[in-house]
Each structure stands twice: as C-alpha cells, then as structure tokens.
C-alpha cells in the first residue's frame, strides 16, 4: 500500500477547515507529550483532558473537510498523510512545551483566541461549523480558566515562577498576531457569513489577555513586531519533528488497524 502524501484541493472552504483542525490536532499532541511529565496527578489529567478535547475538535473539522473536498480523504489521511507544507496551522501552537510555565502560557494565548472564536462561529452560516463551535466553545471556555489560573498562580508566585512565566509571554508574544490575519480566500468565506472575521476578536482578546496579565504580575511585551507564515505552510523547525513522531506509525505501517 502506498506511503506517499495526499494532495488536498486548495478550495478555500476546505483550507479554512483544515487550517482550525490543524491547530487542534498539533496542539493536541503537544499537551499529550507531557503525559507522565506534569508536575502533579491534577494537573496530568488536565493536561490529558484538554489534549482530548483538542484532538475531538480536530477530528470533527477533519471529517467535515473530508466531506467538502469529497476526494476519499478521512481523518486519518488529513492527520497523517500530509508533508509539513500541507499544514496550515498556527506557528503558536507548535511551539515546543519547555517547562510547565511555557506550555500555560502557550495554551493561555491560544484559548483565550479561540474560545473568542467558538462563540463567534456558533453564529456561522455554515450549520456544519456552527455546531463544531457550540461544543467546542463548552471545551475552549474551561480551558482559559484553568491556564488563566495557572498564570496568576505561577505569575504571582515565588521569584522564580515569576521569572519563568514572565519568560514564556516574552517568548511567544511574536506568535500570537498570526491568529488574527486572514488571506483572500477567507475574506471570500467571511463576506459569505460563513467564517468569522479574526479583527473583530483582537480588542475582547486583548481586554482579557491584559487583565489575567495584571492580575498575575506579569508585563505585557511591548514588542509589535509578529511573526507569521503558519497559515501559508512556512513553519518553524519545530512541526517537522513533531510530524516524525504523529505520523510514524501511519508512515511505516499505513492503513494499520487496531
């Protein structure tokens, strides 16, 4: 059976999808790297729950975009059977997890995103989409709380923690502008009421990201400079050797079943 990779239409429905699944999946599977790693029982099944909720929401969107493209393409092909160019995902979410201040901070940044989004989209024109955001806007909602607690907890905590967690918002602030640029082919989605416009998300995203950092002691960066290319299949060193490790099993041994 052949190993190669799948060529998926550039319809711009079928990115858009695959681009909001992409982000589940790959931050899905960072959260499972710390299986047997978190720092305390509590905090291995949260970080095993959010995984969850995050590979669940990437499986809905994946069988939706299988279903738009009607190429006989699955789950499992959009998940495993794409070069690192084929991902749209956001350069945030591949970031490596370092310590446990990073990943909360990583996963602080992007909940609040796309919490913001779920309960935006739940309004889409899309019925598919709409209800893809009713639950997963239940899932984003608990994640903010549980990382925003995590950031006031760490942030004004011992010098140290504050020191880690200042760290990780300094070194992935660069990251987070991408979430809100779109290209041509979603602003054709957003005029058709199907997709919802990142721009309109910037000032509650802001208001909310500032007041857990004022809460927490910590200084919001002042860079502006942002770095993006996620969107567009340009991705840091990191997503090549997550893939080696998410797709080993599909690549060495495909269409393997349980």
Avoid at 65 to 87: K, P, S
Wanted: proline fraction near 3%; glycine fraction near 8%.
């Amino acid at each position: 059976m052949a190993t190669g990779s799948i060529t998926v239409a550039q319809t711009p429905l079928v990115l858009y999808v695959l681009r909001r699944a992409d982000d589940a999946l790959i931050l899905g599977h960072r959260l499972s790297e710390w299986c047997g790693r978190a720092p305390m029982m509590e905090e291995e099944m949260a970080l095993a729950n959010m995984g969850l909720d995050l590979i669940g929401q990437a499986r809905s969107l994946y069988t939706y975009a299988g279903e738009v493209e009607a190429a006989g393409h699955d789950e499992d092909a959009y998940a495993y059977r794409r070069d690192v160019r084929g991902y749209g995902n956001l350069l945030l979410v591949e970031q490596p997890n370092g310590d446990f201040a990073r990943t909360m901070a990583r996963q602080f940044l992007y909940s609040v995103y796309i919490d913001l989004y779920w309960r935006a989209m739940m309004a889409s024109s899309d019925a598919t989409l709409a209800a893809i955001a009713a639950k997963a806007e239940k899932e984003s909602a608990y994640h903010v709380r549980h990382c925003a607690e995590w950031l006031v907890r760490l942030g004004d905590g011992t010098p140290e923690s504050h020191r880690r967690m200042q760290a990780a918002i300094d070194d992935l602030w660069a990251f987070t502008g991408e979430m809100f640029e779109v290209d041509e082919a979603e602003r054709e989605l957003i005029a058709a009421g199907i997709a919802v416009d990142p721009e309109t998300l910037r000032a509650a995203w802001t208001a909310q990201v500032d007041e857990v950092l004022a809460t927490a002691t910590l200084a919001k960066p002042a860079a502006a400079w942002m770095q993006k290319g996620g969107r567009s299949g340009r991705h840091s060193e990191h997503l090549g050797h997550l893939l080696s490790d998410l797709q080993y099993m599909q690549r060495a041994y495909p269409g393997a079943t349980w």
